[in-house]
Every structure is written in C-alpha cells, then in structure tokens.
C-alpha cells in the first residue's frame, strides 16, 4: 500500500478524502499501528530498539503467540498421553521455572541470550545450578522451531552454524549446588519428591499444598490459607498479596496441576478453597498463627 504526496493527509495521517478505497485503507492503517504499538509495548519497553526484529514482527502473521512456559506444559502433555512421565515432568517443571524469572511468562523472541543469562543470574544466586533446566530450554526451543513458532536463525544458544558465539551452559555442569540453599530444588530434586509413594493421606495433602505454591511461582501460604472458592474465575486467582497488598487485576492464572489440586484437595463445604482456616479465621492474629501452625506441621 503507498500513496502520493497528493493523496496524503499530512496532519491527520491518512489517506484524504476522495481517494479510491479510503476507509479500507485508512483502517489497515490503523491496524498496521495497532500492531506496531503492541510490538513495542511488549519487545521494546525495556530493551533497545532493533529494526531487524521489528520489521520481522511486523511481517509476522497475526495469530495467538504460544509463550515458553505455555508451550513447556504443552510439551509436558505430549509426553505424558505416550506414557513417558518422567520427560513429562521435567518439561512441566521447566515451564514452572521459566515463571519464576518472567512471572508473566515470554514469547520466545524475548527468549534471547539477555534472557537465558538472567535465567542463569537468578538460580545460580540462589544455590541452584540449573544445568538440567537449560538442557530442557535448549530442547523446549528446538521444538518451537519444528513447529515453526520461531526461527531458527535466532537460536540463542551457541551453535556452530547459526549462532557460533551465543550462550552456553557448559559451566553450569561444574557447579554444585550448595547446601544450605532453602528456596529453590533442582530439577531432579523436585522430581523424586513428587514421587514419593510412602505418605499418609493427610502428609500426602500437606504436599500438595506445597506443590500448589510452587505451581503459583511461590506464592505464600496466608494468601493460599485465604483463597476462597469465589476468587477463582475461569481459570484465574484474582486475590490482593498479603505481603503487599496490592489486588492482582488480571488474576493469576492457574496451571492444570494447580486446578487439579483445589479439585482433589479443595474443601467441599467451605468457602475457603483450602480447609487451613476454617474455625481460625477470627482475626488477623488468629490466622497468622494458625498459618505458622500448619507450615511447620
């Protein structure tokens, strides 16, 4: 689409009137613009501008964009219809991780090496070496390509044909992990303690409790304790942080495994989601204690 210098609304930016398909024109405009800004918004707030990724975006055509942490559980599903649990878990797990750096999760044009260091930055500071979550990365992003989400041309691991001087995790394999870390477990961690078949009914609830905090990226049992049936709404939390107080108005969303849990865990006939305040919900102190209470049971 082009114009001439006659056909051109300098002040308004649009085509003027008179010229032959003017409202179609002016309205591809507009989505052309539409588009750019959200490009910007969500490429650009933070990072330099490049021309090259913007034009590919531009070109790109206009679909539902799979995230990384999207696609990790969509992988993780793949696996677990053929039976294979265990490859199942670890790109389930992977895709957790990825919240914890992005909580919003990415698009994988953000997947860069900028991204992948920060990934690094954020478990290696906290004692975790995370080679096995790189190894997944690496693998989450190849399958990105198959399904032609990405291009391989912007690959951001290192690879002797397209990207020779990118990122690499080799070092990650010598580290160890230190033992007195408290936050974060490993991969492998995570996995064997899902696992574990030798619990009582109520030890067995205490866990998946545990795993429903850490499907939420962490979040702190006082807001879980306080969750109400009420505040989940197609698939997202919508609730205000205890420790901040500050109402989350798009809601969290919440994975299958957390969906399965408030389903096989969840009370019944209560309006808390979780039986953990019921009869101790008198006051602020009473739920701070009961909550203590119950973490250290």
């Not at 190894?135 to 990405?150: D, E, F, G, M, T």
Request: glycine share 4%.
């Amino acid at each position: 689409m082009s114009a001439t210098i006659e056909q051109w609304d300098f002040d308004a930016h649009q085509f003027k009137r008179g010229v032959h398909g003017r409202a179609e024109k002016n309205a591809k405009l507009d989505e052309y613009r539409e588009k750019a800004n959200k490009i910007k918004e969500e490429h650009f707030i933070d990072k330099p501008f490049s021309l090259q990724k913007f034009t590919e975006l531009m070109r790109a055509e206009n679909r539902v964009e799979v995230k990384v942490a999207e696609f990790c559980q969509l992988v993780a599903q793949e696996f677990y219809k053929k039976g294979q649990i265990q490859s199942g878990d670890y790109y389930k797990y992977t895709g957790v991780s990825v919240l914890k750096v992005s909580p919003s999760d990415i698009t994988f044009h953000e997947f860069d090496e900028m991204w992948l260091r920060q990934f690094e930055d954020y478990f290696t500071s906290r004692g975790v070496k995370c080679y096995n979550y790189m190894v997944h990365l690496r693998s989450i992003y190849n399958k990105a390509v198959q399904k032609r989400y990405v291009d391989f041309k912007n690959n951001p691991f290192k690879n002797p044909y397209t990207n020779p001087y990118g990122y690499t995790f080799s070092h990650l394999k010598k580290i160890k992990n230190r033992s007195n870390r408290i936050k974060d477990l490993t991969l492998d961690q995570l996995i064997a303690l899902k696992n574990i078949s030798y619990l009582t009914p109520l030890e067995k609830k205490y866990m998946a409790i545990w795993f429903f905090s850490f499907y939420n990226v962490g979040v702190n049992l006082i807001d879980i304790a306080q969750m109400k049936h009420k505040d989940i709404r197609n698939g997202r939390w919508y609730y205000a942080r205890n420790k901040t107080g500050v109402a989350l108005k798009t809601g969290k969303p919440l994975l299958q495994e957390a969906l399965d849990i408030i389903e096989n865990y969840g009370s019944k006939n209560s309006d808390y989601v979780f039986d953990i305040l019921v009869g101790y919900d008198a006051n602020e102190e009473s739920i701070t204690r009961r909550v203590h209470s119950y973490a250290n049971k």
